[in-house]
């Protein structure tokens, strides 16, 4: 009766070893499953975010664009100032260019994914910090700078503006 027991317990044992290591395996294969997962949401996160900045550098190259013709603009103005030129057409446009300023909206939406999916998603520290820099600094110094500019615009130029051409 002892051997018969004993060879049970062992059994019994065993057993309860094999499904250890069983539930183990499922769960390590689990977990290797919900690493792809993550990653595979991470470069889908990252891929949208690129065609945001993407699309973020072509409007930055307009609004540069925009403020070289207004530059040109400016000279021209001065120009008509300075040298008692009669109003034509071609001082309307350049009044209302100068006057005009591109504001920048960046594209958010990837970023926002990411903030709602969690920041840790991104495994690489550095390129982590350096998308929240863009999105929480970057962004918002530039924002201020429009503003500030916006400020100097309607609290100096314009009406320095007015007083040379009564508008």
């Not at 993407?54 to 307009?62: K, M, P, S, V």
């Not at 008509?80 to 009669?86: G, K």
């Not at 300023?101 to 982590?128: S, V």
Request: aromatic share 12%; with cysteine; proline share 3%.
């Amino acid at each position: 009766v002892e051997g018969k027991l004993l060879r049970y317990l062992s059994y019994a044992v065993g057993e309860i070893v094999l499904v250890v290591i069983g539930i183990l395996i499922a769960l390590q294969v689990n977990n290797w499953n919900e690493a792809r997962k993550d990653r595979e949401r991470e470069l889908t996160i990252l891929k949208e975010i690129h065609a945001d900045l993407h699309i973020d550098l072509e409007e930055f190259d307009r609004n540069i664009n925009h403020l070289n013709n207004q530059q040109v603009a400016c000279r021209r103005m001065l120009e008509i100032v300075r040298e008692d030129q009669p109003f034509d057409e071609s001082f309307s446009f350049y009044l209302f260019y100068i006057q005009r300023y591109p504001r920048f909206t960046p594209k958010t939406g990837g970023y926002q994914l990411l903030q709602n999916k969690g920041l840790e998603l991104i495994g690489d520290d550095g390129l982590r910090r350096a998308i929240t820099d863009l999105y929480e600094y970057g962004y918002p110094y530039i924002k201020a700078n429009e503003d500030d500019l916006e400020l100097f615009n309607s609290s100096l130029f314009a009406p320095a503006l007015n007083k040379y051409f009564g508008s």
